[in-house]
């Protein structure tokens, strides 16, 4: 924000020295990005009264005068300008003089007469009609400011001025006002804040502002503080040329008194205000509501907005008056007939303005405020001292009173006060009165055990922050250097985090490379990954303000992301490739906060198949001691190929899903191969980890296999088959493995046969033939009993 010295000097007394002032209130923490000299790129341009005109005696359309500029002898200049006469001042270009826009003006001749110098025009000094309405735009610029001849025309047209560039935190609201830097200015350089709180002369005509006009506030929670006043016998002109010359050097273009008051309360308070014309409130009765559905509202640029329920608006009680906070609208302006003003200074809600300003596409001055949380409290302050200037600059009488419509807390708050706790935070040793000294610097006073802080400084509120302010005023190259005090504890991981860790060490020792991608993706995807429209995965936290679309919403499930990793390197032609990611996804929680999973999603293309990613899941569970788990077919579709699709459940819940991706999925991504995916709940897994693992000693004894072809139903799954075998063989079996699948000859339709090996192990002996054969038998027996599974003859 740029701020004006010349302003700030009204406030406080400080150096003059420019680069003093810019490091004192950088290391107090107001930073100070850089400054601009204003006038410093004008040279010899002075006040000069025109003696006498005549025409060039060699030119028709050229006037030679006569021109006192303070020196020995008056100056001839030569001038195109036809609005000049004998008695004018005007500013004057002497010989070397050197105008903003870098031209020099030097002593010549213009048709053989001497011309030493040049009048000029107010373009000619980068000035325009809004900063003097008088001028003539199309000649010499004659001037109404009180001067004399050879007065520096900087100083008789207020050019002269030092704008200080800060850069202001998000915290600070406060300091968007100029009074804001002054108190900061003071606080830097320990001198006393001159200010008052507006004064208001009382009226004695019986006339109060009820007379005029009632507020109502529909919607307290976007609108805490309202309020108004009113202006009668309003005569519209243009302001003194003090206000023009600081709102200039401002950036703000003056219009005329009434609208130039409410912009100089707004940089000086830093509170928004606007002004209505009197005559256009219909039913003499302000009300602050939502607007309807597609209610309409031109703004003051002469645009038509269409509004919607979310969006405040001022109302006249019939039809939208203003977009609240943002801009006023073409059916209240200001004009040159306005007879009587209501000022309103309000406070709205910050969340609010923010999202009705881009949805109109609209940001001003006043919506970047109340963006930023502006403390209620300053709202009737602001809108006493708009009064207090039509008062200073007789534009109008001032009505008695003021409509203050308050939901809001604007009394001072108490913060705990514990100087103890602050000296731990910063490394000093400042006693109790002299961290009081200090804050009493900024206005926050000790009572006690706690501080009375100012209700405009709504960012402080714990200790830390009081810690924050007492440093920053103390001076942080006042700290003495120390060590730390104390033992540094050992630092370790969670056990928790460490699963997360091990999971992924598990998946490189396999040969997948990690990857790393955004939690925010685009609602498209779900679209692309071909989940059915009822999908819980569908229910999305969307982002309030996000980027752009393609990041828009949390994400519920990583193989979007997973699938774009592998479209890009699949484009740029890298052949095979696997992938994975322990990622994090978002889910709503039921009171409106985000579920945030670990999953692990991996996968890969260019070679292996459905059983490769099985056996690299089982490996990655063995790898953690995940020992209870199972494999169930899937056939729902969707995102998976049907058929070669299986869910994961552990300790008989279902933990993920793996499987071949569905041709038609995998060529949304581009990918015209066989991609396989998994993605698995970490917690799931963490929750079915061996939390011992035990110790087993190398074999000595030998093993004993047996192989069972056995001929089953095409619906059952050797998962389930392997199951019952382990359950049923009983304690000597270490090991089940399928290794062949026969469909043909010999077996008949809706049959298979799986052929499997059993492994039998004792520790303490070898295994006999009668021992093993018997735990054989037991198993097919039961098989037949239990599944009608039959040995294969």
């Known amino acids: 924000m740029k701020v004006s010295l010349n302003w700030i000097r009204d406030y406080v007394d400080f150096t003059d020295n420019i680069g003093e002032y810019t490091e004192k209130m950088t290391m107090s923490g107001t930073k100070v990005e850089g400054y601009e000299t204003l006038g410093e790129n004008i040279q010899n341009i002075v006040a000069g009264k025109v003696l006498s005109t005549e025409p060039h005696p060699d030119s028709d359309h050229l006037t030679v005068c006569k021109v006192d500029t303070g020196g020995e002898s008056p100056l001839q200049i030569v001038t195109g300008a036809v609005n000049v006469k004998a008695g004018d001042m005007v500013p004057v270009c002497i010989n070397g003089a050197r105008l903003p826009d870098g031209k020099v003006i030097k002593t010549g001749k213009l048709r053989g007469v001497l011309s030493e110098g040049m009048l000029c025009s107010i373009n000619e000094l980068e000035l325009s009609l809004h900063d003097f309405p008088y001028a003539d735009e199309n000649g010499i610029f004659i001037m109404k400011e009180s001067c004399r001849p050879g007065d520096d025309i900087r100083d008789v047209l207020m050019l002269r001025d030092v704008l200080v560039d800060f850069e202001l935190t998000f915290n600070r609201p406060d300091c968007l006002a100029f009074l804001g830097i002054a108190r900061e200015t003071a606080a830097t350089f320990g001198v006393k804040l001159k200010y008052r709180e507006p004064d208001i002369s009382p009226k004695n005509n019986g006339e109060t502002v009820s007379d005029y006009i009632a507020v109502k506030v529909e919607n307290p929670a976007l609108c805490p503080r309202y309020t108004a006043r009113v202006i009668n016998n309003v005569k519209i002109q243009a302001s003194p040329l003090w206000m023009r010359a600081r709102l200039r050097a401002c950036g703000v273009r003056p219009i005329n008194n009434i609208v130039d008051i409410t912009n100089y309360v ?38 038509v907005r269409e509004l919607d329920d979310t969006m405040l608006c001022i109302a006249d009680g019939e039809k939208a008056i203003a977009l609240a906070g943002i801009m006023g609208g073409e059916n209240s302006e200001i004009s040159d007939s306005t007879a009587a003003v209501v000022f309103e200074s309000a406070n709205f809600n910050r969340e609010n303005i923010r999202f009705t300003s881009r949805t109109v596409g609209l940001r001003t001055d006043s919506s970047k405020r109340f963006e930023k949380g502006l403390p209620p409290y300053n709202a009737l302050l602001a809108v006493n001292r708009a009064c207090e200037l039509v008062e200073l600059l007789g534009c109008g009488e001032v009505v008695n009173g003021a409509i203050d419509v308050c939901q809001a807390n604007i009394q001072p708050t108490r913060v705990k006060f514990d100087p103890e706790r602050v000296n731990q935070l910063l490394g000093t040793n400042l006693s109790k009165e002299e961290m009081a000294d200090i804050l009493k610097k900024i206005e926050i006073t000790a009572d006690g055990n706690e501080l009375i802080v100012p209700p405009y400084r709504n960012d402080i509120i714990n200790t830390a922050d009081v810690a924050e302010e007492v440093v920053r005023l103390y001076g942080l190259d006042n700290i003495q250097g120390t060590c730390f005090e104390g033992r540094a504890r050992e630092g370790r991981l969670t056990e928790s985090y460490g699963f997360v860790g091990k999971t992924g060490s598990a998946c490189v020792a396999l040969g997948f490379n990690e990857i790393y991608t955004y939690s925010f993706i685009s609602p498209s995807f779900l679209d692309k990954i ?23 919403v949390m994400r519920t499930t990583a193989l979007p992301s997973l699938l774009s990793c592998m479209e890009t390197n699949y484009s740029r032609r890298i052949l095979s490739a696997k992938l994975f990611e322990t990622a994090t996804v978002y889910k709503k929680a039921p009171d409106g906060m985000s579920d945030e999973r670990k999953i692990l999603c991996m996968g890969f293309y260019g070679g292996g198949d459905f059983y490769d990613m099985k056996g690299y899941i089982e490996a990655v569970f063995a790898f953690l001691g995940i020992t209870n788990h199972a494999f169930v077919r899937d056939e729902t579709g969707g995102t998976y190929h049907p058929g070669r699709c299986a869910l994961i459940t552990a300790g008989g819940k279902p933990i993920g899903i793996f499987g071949q991706i569905h041709p038609l999925t995998a060529k949304e991504f581009g990918l015209d191969c066989e991609v396989y995916a998994a993605e698995i709940e970490i917690n799931g897994l963490y929750e079915n980890r061996t939390r011992e693992p035990q110790y087993i000693p190398v074999p000595v004894y030998p093993a004993v296999e047996r192989d069972l072809a056995l001929v089953m139903n095409e619906d059952t799954e050797a998962g389930e088959v392997i199951s019952l075998i382990r359950k049923y063989s009983g304690k000597f079996l270490t090991g089940v493995e399928v290794f062949d699948v026969y469909r043909g000859k010999g077996i008949e339709a809706g049959k298979k046969s799986i052929a499997f090996r059993l492994t039998y192990r004792k520790s303490d002996g070898t295994l006999n033939d009668g021992e093993v054969d018997g735990a054989v038998n037991k198993v097919l027996r039961r098989l037949q009993e239990d599944k009608e599974i039959v040995i294969r003859s």
Not at 534 to 540: C, F, G, L, Q, T
């Open 266 to 303: 707004m940089l000086e308070y830093g509170q928004p205000m606007h002004a209505f014309d009197y005559s256009f409130i219909t039913s003499k009765t302000i009300v602050v509501r939502n607007a309807s559905g597609g209610e309409k509202i031109t703004t003051l640029d002469g645009t």
């Open 530 to 552: 071909r989940l059915s429209l009822n999908d819980e995965k569908r229910d999305v936290i969307r982002l309030l303000n996000p980027i752009g679309d393609e990041t828009s």
